[in-house]
């Protein structure tokens, strides 16, 4: 016998459902599957920049014809969404005409660098969650309440180094067996989504073979990694993707929120 070969999917009252039963753990992609983090990003981003644009006094060397107004949500969307997070400081930065070192990945929050900034900004974002918290997305909530009564082991797998925090922040710290984030893969040299192996990590260490298990993912990588690594059931959470994009990716099952399947 080999694992579940065909999903547990089924449609029931004319909606969908999982029979989570049959799987011996489900692994969560952490924002945009549990937590609308984007949000905190934004803002922690937003509060980074405009203490930086406040600070360039006239006469500071990076600010000679610089644009030194306030940076918004436009700026997000146009330099720095979607980006690796110093990339997104140059290309802000480089609109506003400011010109700054482009510093090490070790310069301290404090260096006047683009590498500095970009630190300044994960503390921003640190400090944004502790101070406004991040509530996950009700469905999800819901998702997880039903698993734990069934008694699913649940883990997290996340490229982000924050995971642990988001989810202290969410009042989820204590839901899952496992947390594989960005430190946790870099410890153990283990590649980032596309790539499964992060994944199969978190699968390993619930104790449930591949074909066991479930992938949630927002993400078209992400969906990539639960199809590369054989999981039992690979789904779909829409949140701007689009379902045929997850689909193409190997999700089984799209939703757009979880609550359909709690
Ligand atoms: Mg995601």
Do not use: Q
Request: glycine share 12%; proline share 7%.
């Amino acid at each position: 016998m080999s694992g579940p070969a065909v999903p547990s999917v089924g449609p029931v009252n004319g909606s969908r459902t999982v029979a989570w039963r049959d799987y011996a753990a489900v692994l969560f992609d952490l924002d945009g599957v549990l937590t609308p983090t984007a949000e905190v990003h934004m803002a922690a981003w937003s509060e980074m920049f405009n203490a930086f644009l406040r600070g360039l006094a006239p006469g500071h060397p990076a600010a000679d014809g610089a644009d030194t107004a306030p940076y918004t949500e436009a700026d997000y969307y146009a330099h720095v969404d979607g980006k690796p997070r110093y990339d997104g400081v140059a290309d802000l930065l480089g609109a506003r005409g400011i010109d700054l070192p482009r510093g090490e990945p070790g310069d301290a929050p404090e260096a006047e660098t683009v590498c500095g900034l970009g630190n300044r900004k994960n503390d921003a974002f640190t400090a944004v969650l502790e101070r406004d918290g991040v509530r996950p997305y009700p469905g999800s909530l819901a998702l997880l309440d039903h698993l734990r009564d069934l008694g699913v082991p649940l883990a997290v797998v996340s490229s982000s180094a924050n995971a642990p925090a988001v989810l202290a922040a969410a009042g989820l710290a204590d839901r899952f067996v496992t947390v594989v984030d960005g430190r946790v893969a870099g410890a153990l040299g283990l590649p980032g989504k596309p790539a499964p192996d992060t994944f199969l990590e978190a699968a390993r260490t619930c104790g449930a073979a591949p074909g066991a298990a479930v992938v949630v993912e927002d993400a078209v990588s992400g969906v990539r990694a639960g199809a590369a690594g054989g999981f039992g059931l690979v789904v779909g959470v829409d949140r701007g993707a689009g379902e045929d994009a997850l689909r193409s990716a190997g999700a089984h099952l799209v939703v757009t929120d979880l609550r359909e399947l709690a």
